[in-house]
């Protein structure tokens, strides 16, 4: 324990001395860049960042692994991207590190994605082929997606790693801002996969290929109707088994949409999506299984008014559902394909209890932003199976007789975030409790370690 605490402490203070350089003034007044330091060359962008994270975790909510855990995570990156006019060539290399885990921690590719060029890319602007004000665009190799919420396919912004896919993706901007989007991808499927490999940090290629494809379109209206908007999708998974990985063969169909007013002083906000999914999965991965139709959607319905005043507070009242899997019919369990869940449903790491899986749960949140440096939140929210035969979220807990009810339990999570060095260090810190409800306590694989308690910290070095 004391050799995780130092390094931690080590790795913090490393990015806290990087402060002073980072904090130095050019000419316009910024903080130090990369940019800067390279000369500012025309046509080229750089930008990098360092995040050094520690988090704890009391009580296990998984089965099967160690009451309590910890873990140091180290995020790095590097993007560039060099414009010529209609032709644009860029990457970006993340190197996501976790340090201190055993066996008995839930650390995965969640975590540890040592040394990977989640993108690089080569890019083609068309300006306004298609009509006066419009901009068309198309991108081809390797590359990450940011459709929309993000609930079904995003980058991920608080996990260690993130989603990234290669394929081609094309974009149109109209005059009126609508944008069409469709894409066709191999998600990056992050290696290696083995526990041992990820405990020793092992450098190893992503792999993709046709056993798994994700593609579909994406389609957004702003300001539809006054301040409204409006978001469509359909999004398709086609997975398949190979030689050395067996699958449920998933393949799913998901049309959704998403209606929409952002948040504004003195003014009600809203937002209310819906996805449908339906195809058919096997309902095990081995090569015999029985296939089974599927019949999912999941719903986020959210109303929020902001006060004027220093601070903008905002209070919301949310409330997300997410079907689960009954016995015998069609197969139920929402799959959130590549959808991060953490501003919806708490940190992730080596938390991330709640999510869009079997799930109802309503909550209320309270927003701050006393100053530009400072932004904070306080988000309550009760969860209950929507099966109860079903596993609960994304805890791994389940009753397969029903018999341990519906009640998860209550989470409680607060985020506070200031900005050391505007622009260039950001210090994120926060805190989760999951107090267990029957279902946690009584389900047959429940750890029985009682209420989940979780912390982290994390400095931001951004150049």
């Not at 602007?125 to 190799?141: E, K, W």
């Not at 092992?202 to 702003?222: A, M, N, Q, T």
């Not at 902001?306 to 997410?322: I, K, N």
């Not at 389900?443 to 989940?452: L, V």
């Amino acid at each position: 324990m004391i050799a995780r605490h130092l390094l931690s402490t080590g790795a913090i203070a490393l990015v806290f001395w990087s402060a002073p350089a980072l904090a130095q003034d050019s000419d316009k007044g910024e903080p130090w860049t990369l940019q800067e330091a390279l000369g500012d060359p025309e046509g080229l962008e750089v930008s990098g960042s360092v995040r050094v994270r520690y988090e704890a975790l009391a009580n296990q909510f998984r089965p099967g692994l160690d009451q309590n855990d910890d873990l140091i995570s180290i995020q790095s990156r590097i993007a560039a991207e060099y414009d010529s006019g209609p032709i644009r060539i860029g990457g970006e290399l993340i190197d996501s590190r976790a340090y201190d885990a055993d066996a008995g921690s839930s650390v995965g590719t969640g975590e540890v994605n040592a040394l990977e060029l989640v993108q690089a890319y080569v890019g083609a602007d068309f300006g306004d082929v298609f009509g006066t004000g419009s901009s068309a665009s198309l991108d081809a190799g390797r590359f990450v997606l940011n459709l929309g919420s993000r609930r079904l396919a995003g980058r991920n912004n608080f996990r260690n790693t993130t989603n990234a896919f290669t394929g081609a993706k094309f974009e149109f901007i109209g005059q009126d801002k609508e944008q069409l989007t469709m894409f066709y991808t191999y998600p990056q499927q992050r290696l290696p996969s083995d526990k041992a490999s990820i405990l020793d940090n092992k450098v190893e290629w992503d792999r993709e290929g046709d056993d798994l494809v994700f593609w579909g379109g994406f389609f957004s209206k702003p300001k539809l109707a006054g301040s409204t908007n409006l978001e469509l999708y359909f999004f398709a998974l086609d997975e398949d088994d190979t030689v050395a990985r067996s699958t449920r063969d998933r393949h799913l169909f998901t049309p959704g949409l998403r209606v929409f007013r952002d948040p504004s002083a003195g003014k009600l906000d809203y937002e209310f999506e819906y996805a449908y999914q339906f195809g058919d999965i096997r309902s095990s991965s081995a090569a015999n299984a029985s296939r089974q139709d599927v019949a999912a959607h999941f719903l986020h319905a959210e109303f929020g008014y902001q006060f004027a005043g220093r601070w903008q507070p905002r209070v919301a009242l949310e409330y997300d559902l997410a079907t689960g899997d009954d016995p015998g019919g069609k197969y139920g369990r929402f799959d959130s394909l590549y959808g991060p869940r953490r501003f919806d449903f708490g940190p992730t790491g080596i938390y991330g209890p709640l999510g869009r899986n079997n799930i109802s749960s309503p909550g209320i949140r309270l927003e701050v932003k006393p100053s530009k440096r400072w932004d904070g939140f306080l988000f309550y929210r009760a969860a209950w199976l929507d099966s109860a035969t079903d596993s609960f979220a994304s805890t791994g807990v389940r009753d397969a007789t029903g018999a341990s009810g519906k009640f998860g339990g209550h989470q409680i999570e607060a985020r506070a975030r200031y900005w050391i060095v505007p622009k260039a260090l950001r210090l994120d810190a926060g805190a989760a409790a999951l107090f267990h409800g029957r279902f946690l306590e009584s389900a047959p694989n429940s750890n029985g370690f009682g209420d989940t308690l979780y912390s982290y910290v994390d400095l931001t070095a951004s150049f």
